[in-house]
């Protein structure tokens, strides 16, 4: 079956430091990949999305993806923390299910950035 | 630009009790979606929708009921509702969810926070 795994449910890092949050996933086919934020008391928003082409993609934020193949992974990076980043991140997978979008989710990452 | 409006933002209810969930998009998405956000868990469809009059069920769609008269609207209703349905119910929708067309965005209300006791 096909899943998505992130790794570490809860991740801190210090204000400027290197986010790193991590998602594999496993599918026999090319996938499309999402990375969504959810702030705290809010509906979930979309960072950025890998369908084709370039594999490694910018999204909103300073967050980027890069998509790589052979490792099944669409880990999401920031280069310099910022305090507005604390949130829960999830990562997710479209798949092609006939008729039907089939999307699946990671549990989720929450973001702890500290002064 | 409202995007995706769902209301009420809290409910309280007692064991038993029905209601309905209202969710409402003004972007003409035909693809409209109900999950369930429990810690730990993660998202779970409940119930979705790809166009007026037509539903599906998702992986958890026991003990809701939906129904899509308009594009526009897509109410959940809980029939009797029961503790374990405490949770945060979103409802997300995209420009189409039908075949060939797997890489729109979702788009999320804020969220109605349901307690049953």
């Known amino acids: 079956a096909q899943s998505v795994t992130q790794l570490g449910s809860h991740v801190s890092v210090s204000e400027g430091a290197l986010v790193l949050l991590r998602c594999n996933y496993s599918s026999s086919v090319p996938p499309y990949l999402f990375w969504y934020v959810q702030y705290p008391n809010q509906g979930l928003q979309l960072l950025l999305k890998?369908?084709?082409?370039a594999t490694l993609v910018k999204g909103i934020n300073g967050f980027e993806a890069e998509f790589k193949k052979s490792e099944t992974s669409f880990h999401l990076t920031k280069p310099s923390a910022h305090m507005s980043d604390a949130a829960e991140y999830f990562c997710?997978?479209?798949?092609?299910?006939?008729?039907?979008?089939?999307?699946?989710w990671g549990l989720g990452t929450s973001l702890a950035v500290n002064p | 630009n409202a995007g995706v409006t769902q209301t009420p933002k809290f409910q309280v209810l007692k064991t038993g009790q029905s209601m309905t969930l209202q969710c409402a998009q003004d972007m003409n998405h035909e693809y409209m979606s109900w999950y369930r956000q429990d810690p730990g868990m993660g998202l779970r469809l409940i119930h979705y929708s790809v166009g007026a009059g037509i539903t599906d069920q998702g992986e958890v769609p026991n003990g809701y009921n939906v129904s899509r008269s308009t594009t526009e609207d897509f109410p959940l209703r809980l029939l009797s509702a029961a503790p374990s349905q405490t949770s945060v119910y979103f409802c997300?929708?995209?420009?189409?969810?039908?075949?060939?067309?797997?890489?729109?965005?979702?788009?999320f209300g804020n969220g109605t926070r349901l307690t049953v006791t």
């Open positions: 997300a929708s995209s420009y189409s969810g039908g075949a060939g067309d797997y890489n729109s965005p979702l788009h």
């Open positions: 890998y369908t084709t082409g």
């Open positions: 997710a997978v479209t798949l092609n299910a006939g008729n039907n979008r089939k999307l699946i």
